[in-house]
């Protein structure tokens, strides 16, 4: 067998990969391994960042034991973890609820797809500017609204009641990104062969029972592909929380509350942690933080994986 065809036909490959593989190496590749080194390191702001080999100083996992023993590390991780289970979820069952409806041939359904898609073209912060004007007591376009039927917002608002602050965060980024669920649950709902429900309907089976043992079954890498998305975007949402719980409400991450005697922000997510280390120039702990982050983004979406038992 003549391999020099094949040997050609790689190296073309290649050639066409080498732009990707270039600037994967220099903008993922290279700032992972960094980030990785730097994990190790102790820095701060008289770092010497012309000669960092050696300004910076080793302390092997001492990074990683100071925020194993950071109160704050597990707040925002503990917050994380309910941020994501009002999102996730809700996200899931909003797009799925859209795709099923706008799935019919009703009048106008085009238009309702584009409609719902486009606040997710929106960039986050002003997604949250605007939702931060609406829900303002007194002037807001929602205390408006509900003046009308003679109710009213509390006058401290939504957002800085720290009973509401992060569902009311929530509920701003699942009605965002509703129509990126409803696109994805609804192309795949369309590939599902009509044959498969017209047997259902032949065997005598319900609306639901048609939903439970055919769609929702053929929904499951849609599903999990949401998961993990939206794991990975709870794990690193911080643009939500610098929009709409601003030091207007006591600080970035506010407002606060006392817990194991320090002052802890009801919305001080992961990823806002994550940026406050970076602003201390704490840059060993962010290292090592977002490799933790990593660890257990991986854990969850084997984990759901497993749950799912997605087929390839």
Excluded: C
Aim: aromatic share 16%; no cysteine; hydrophobic share 50%.
């Amino acid at each position: 067998m003549n391999n020099k065809p094949n040997l050609r036909e790689s190296l073309i490959s290649y050639l066409f990969l080498a732009p990707f593989l270039l600037v994967f190496t220099v903008f993922l590749g290279y700032p992972m391994l960094y980030s990785l080194y730097l994990s190790f390191r102790s820095t701060s702001f008289s770092t010497d960042w012309y000669n960092i080999f050696n300004s910076m100083e080793f302390v092997g996992l001492a990074n990683y034991q100071s925020l194993l023993f950071d109160t704050r590390f597990w707040w925002s991780l503990g917050l994380t973890l309910l941020y994501a289970v009002l999102t996730i979820p809700s996200s899931i069952a909003l797009g799925l609820w859209l795709a099923l409806l706008l799935n019919n041939k009703l009048k106008g359904a085009a238009f309702f797809r584009s409609a719902f898609y486009l606040p997710n073209i929106l960039d986050m912060y002003v997604v949250g500017t605007i939702w931060v004007l609406i829900l303002s007591p007194n002037y807001g376009l929602l205390d408006i609204l509900l003046s009308k039927i003679g109710l009213h917002l509390p006058q401290s608002g939504l957002l800085a009641n720290p009973y509401t602050a992060l569902a009311t965060i929530a509920t701003v980024v699942v009605l965002k990104g509703a129509g990126f669920g409803m696109i994805l649950f609804l192309s795949a709902i369309q590939n599902i062969s009509e044959s498969i429900y017209e047997a259902a309907d032949i065997d005598g089976a319900s609306w639901w029972q048609k939903l439970r043992y055919i769609t929702l079954p053929l929904l499951k890498p849609i599903i999990l592909f949401m998961i993990i998305t939206g794991t990975m975007s709870a794990l690193n949402a911080f643009t939500e929380v610098y929009a709409m719980a601003s030091s207007k409400y006591g600080g970035f991450g506010g407002p606060y509350i006392q817990f194991q005697g320090e002052s802890v922000g009801v919305t001080s997510l992961s990823g806002l942690y994550l940026y406050q280390l970076f602003e201390r120039a704490e840059y060993g702990k962010t290292a090592a933080f977002s490799y933790l982050l990593m660890i257990i983004a991986l854990i969850i979406s084997f984990a759901n994986a497993k749950l799912l038992k997605v087929e390839k």
